[in-house]
């Protein structure tokens, strides 16, 4: 049990010496941390989650933000060596550099899509066991009897669970708000009850614990592909609020927008913490994070329109990689692409390198192997430019302006494939100009070139096992003129790193997959677990959803209920899906005459099977022969069963398609 200070739930014997807490009055609680210490004993721990920021000061440039932030993270992890790392922006990394535990956040401060994936990123880089997230309900989400409401606080659960969430906390907090009373001076749930409401709201607590006490989720969820934050990226995560097309005004990125989310303490001025390309980088993440909008207003209201807390996860699971994770934490990632700031080192190059050799994909430009700490500074591109044992070329400066882009030639990778014949016109702000690099190239081929002079825009080198990839611009990613043709190098990627677990025709399905493994295992190849949600929580008639799922190629139609868990377990040529989602499929194993899978539950439960390949001869609930439908034409197959506690399910194939 891990109990947070920060919600003062109980006394505390003193008080932080930075002042953080609030005094607790004797009346909120009595209850004191030593009386459950002396309950719980060895099974308890004590923590709290600190949300800390970095320090104002006169900085001169990225590296002095960044150790003053890390110093001042380091004093009270210190002092605090059982607090989490609570930030809502995507600073997780930095937290776990300077000792936190593991992350934690409150969701719906910002999009929990890239949220959950920034934890995780920093999670797995520095060997946490895991992060946790808190439902937080005081001011994100409105408190009213539309049941939108409802189903946003029970997605953010869902979506928190299916992302790897580990600890789950919830804000049962309207009351508070409602009737004025702040934290923590209150009687506890005094009233809470009394309106339907917040009985709903507490059944949806109720129905996610019961889960997941009950379901056994695996190892994962898989991540082929990593966003790398660069060393020394400042980004927060809440940028693109304008209306405009891709967050960009008038030729500048978010005006207004600062890095470190406020303006720093500056003797120069502060023109150089202002957001520009290289943070508009990361609205190519809406590529494999359908609908993304990064920034909302925090609402003490309703939302009156779709904001888009939630987002589809159409290529599966994405990490927000720290640029710091040691080369065998970025090994487990197919794909690493950098999309904003990078301050190139020469240890960093290194690990890249052998990252490649191993069998890794990377995607990086010109401008992030600069080794500049300083934003107004001109490239330094690092070795002098000299990339040739890494991306197999030399760049000797800038180059010619380029108006136009095509692809000319397809990747040498068997799995990525580029639009080849496809042109872009570089369309946007006469003030954004796109250039190339001056380059010779060594081992490196062009595969998509300016149109017209055929001078290299995007190089491919073949290295070890796998390929790096460089955009030979002056410019970074980001540009604004460079979006559709950034996002079909994304798409192109995310698509050859993708899984054999896929989903097709419903960008509002956000899934993870996890198998009974560890290592490098093909889904399929040992029992594999598929978490599913439809997160379109603003349709208000909708009841279900529908999608296709795709296992190794072959495709199922799924049905999905409304802010739900949908659970489908793999394991071989089968699939198996309960209409229940409490019962729980605890293993898939092949017998010789087909399968054998063992189930838990109760009551009278209707099952789909999805075959990849083979007809169903026979199906038995316990021993008993129980009547099933075959539509062949999708490969489905449904029964019903009684359940009683732990059930085995017998698949016998016809003999023909039997498992020899």
Known sequence: M??????????RPKLEPDGWFAPVPKEA?????????????????????ARLEPPMGPWKDLQQVKDAYIAKLKAFYEENPTFTCHINQVWHRYGMEAGALFPWVQLNYSNSEVITASMRGASRAYGAPGFGVTGCDDC???????????????????????????????????????????????????DYFEYEVDRRRMEVEKDFYDYIRTHYRGNGPLTGLGFVQGNLDPWHGWNDSWDGKDGFHEGYYCPGEHLWYRPLEDVEGAAKWRYGPPEAGWRYLDVVFSHLRFIMAYPLIHPTGRQFYFCGTPYGKADIVPAEAPLESLKRYKALVFLGWNTATEEQYE??????????????????????????????????????????????????????????????????????????????????????????????????????????????????????????????????????????????????????????GNDNINFGVYLDAEGPVREGEVVTRIFLVDVDWWSVDKMRSYCELLLNGRAFPLTLPRADIKKVVFFKDIAVTSEDKMVHVETIARTRSGYRIVVQGGGTCGFDMFLLTGHVGRVRVDGRTVKFREDRANGVVSFEAKLSGRSTITVDLMKSDAVA
């Open 2 to 11: 891990y109990i947070s200070y920060s919600w003062h739930a109980v006394e």
């Open 29 to 49: 609680s009595k209850v004191t941390e030593n009386d459950l210490k002396r309950w719980a004993g060895e099974y308890l721990f004590f923590g709290g989650t």
């Open 140 to 190: 994100a989400v409105a408190y009213t009897e539309d049941p939108r409401y409802i189903r946003m606080s029970a997605l953010h659960n869902w979506v928190a669970y299916i992302s790897g969430g580990m600890m789950f906390m919830p804000e049962l907090s309207q009351r508070w708000v409602r009737n004025g009373r702040l934290l923590p001076f209150h009687r506890y749930f005094a």
């Open 351 to 504: 690990k890249l390198k052998d990252y490649v050799k191993s069998g890794g994909t990377l995607f990086m430009a010109l401008p992030q192997l600069s080794s500049s700490v300083r934003r107004e500074a001109d490239y330094e591109p690092i070795r002098g430019g000299d990339l040739r044992d890494l991306f197999g070329l030399i760049v000797f400066g800038k180059g010619e302006r380029v108006g136009r882009i095509r692809f000319v030639e397809d990747s040498g990778a068997d799995t990525i494939m580029f639009p080849v014949g496809k042109t872009y016109d570089l369309v946007g702000h006469e003030r954004n100009q796109v250039h190339l690099a001056s380059l010779r190239s060594f081992s490196a081929r062009p595969l998509a070139v300016a149109d017209g002079s055929g001078a290299p825009v995007l190089m491919e080198n073949r290295l070890g096992k796998g390929y790096a990839y460089f955009l030979s611009l002056w410019n970074y990613p980001g540009e604004e003129k460079l979006s559709d043709f950034m996002r079909d190098i994304v798409r192109s990627i995310a698509r050859g790193v993708q899984g054999s677990v896929r989903i097709r």
